[in-house]
């Protein structure tokens, strides 16, 4: 029996790009075992409760439902985590690596419970651009092309109010971890607005609850629209119809390098370019579908 194990990375966008990853390779495979990195959890987003370490391993389980996946807890497995290059000489393609499926089988277990035209805009950035860079060159132009869409759509602000506080962000520091709340709020008139954020405490261990009801929500979205890398924005890839993605430095992480510059699925857009980010925000305004 020709068997694969291998752990994995504990965060929500990692966990769905090892499933994406996988499913290229997994006809090779009778039983490929994954475990949850105890010790990531423990050093990078445990809040000192145990509770992230047990929601990781409830979302896996949601994620790998079906053969030849298991999930085991076993800390001493091979670390598999193609963010950082950790693919344990598996041959896996490019398309495997860099081509995001869409997996709203898994991720969407009901009807949106919104029941107009809209589109979602995540709140949280991380990773880049930065929150310097965010204010001194995008913010305006961001914030004048949400406030044009909110003439033909409701903008559903979804995500985090202000970024938990884990380890991994305290790490990471606020500019490069951080939330476009208050903006959204400030520039979105509140008749056209539909505010279905969390406070950074209530997201720190999320709820399986919220991201199935946030996946449904971005699965029937006229658009969704992300700043940055991290869960939110691999979400949005794996479920939305039109997934409008910008990051800027992506030697921040050159994974995404690749992935900006692989052919995806025509759906999702991910681009370093602000002004063909701009342009495919400006396709939805021009639009009347409210």
């Given at each position: 029996m020709n068997q694969l194990k291998l752990k994995l990375h504990p965060g929500i966008g990692d966990i769905l790009l090892c499933r994406n990853h996988l499913d290229s390779i997994k006809h090779l495979y009778d039983e490929i075992y994954l475990s949850p990195s105890r010790s990531i959890v423990n050093g990078f987003r445990e809040m000192g409760d145990g509770k992230y370490y047990d929601f990781c391993l409830s979302f896996m389980k949601s994620i790998f439902p079906d053969k030849p996946y298991k999930i085991i807890e076993d800390d001493t497995l091979p670390k598999f985590a193609p963010v950082d290059y950790a693919v344990c000489d598996l041959p896996i393609t490019k398309d495997g690596l860099f081509k995001i499926n869409n997996y709203s089988f898994l991720l969407c277990k009901n009807p949106s419970p919104i029941q107009c035209n809209y589109i979602v805009v995540n709140t949280k950035v991380r990773g880049t651009p930065t929150y310097s860079r965010y204010n001194s060159y995008y913010k305006n132009d961001f914030l004048k092309g949400i406030l044009?869409?909110?003439?033909?759509?409701?903008?559903?602000?979804?995500?985090?109010?202000?970024?938990?506080?884990?380890?991994?962000?305290?790490?990471?520091?606020?500019?490069?971890?951080?939330c476009i709340y208050n903006d959204l709020i400030d520039i979105i008139p509140t008749s056209k607005i539909i505010d279905i954020t969390l406070s950074g405490d209530d997201t720190a261990v999320p709820h399986l609850d919220n991201i199935y009801r946030d996946c449904s929500i971005m699965k029937e979205a006229k658009a969704v629209i992300t700043l940055g890398i991290g869960g939110n924005?691999?979400?949005s890839m794996s479920v939305s119809d039109n997934s409008i993605n910008f990051m800027e430095d992506t030697l921040y992480c050159r994974f995404y390098d690749w992935m900006i510059n692989h052919h995806q699925r025509n759906s999702v857009i991910i681009t370093n370019k602000w002004s063909y980010f701009m342009d495919n925000l400006q396709k939805f305004i021009e639009k009347e579908d409210i």
């Open positions: 044009s869409l909110s003439n033909n759509y409701k903008i559903v602000v979804m995500g985090e109010r202000t970024p938990p506080k884990s380890p991994e962000n305290k790490m990471i520091g606020p500019e490069r971890v951080f924005f691999i979400l």
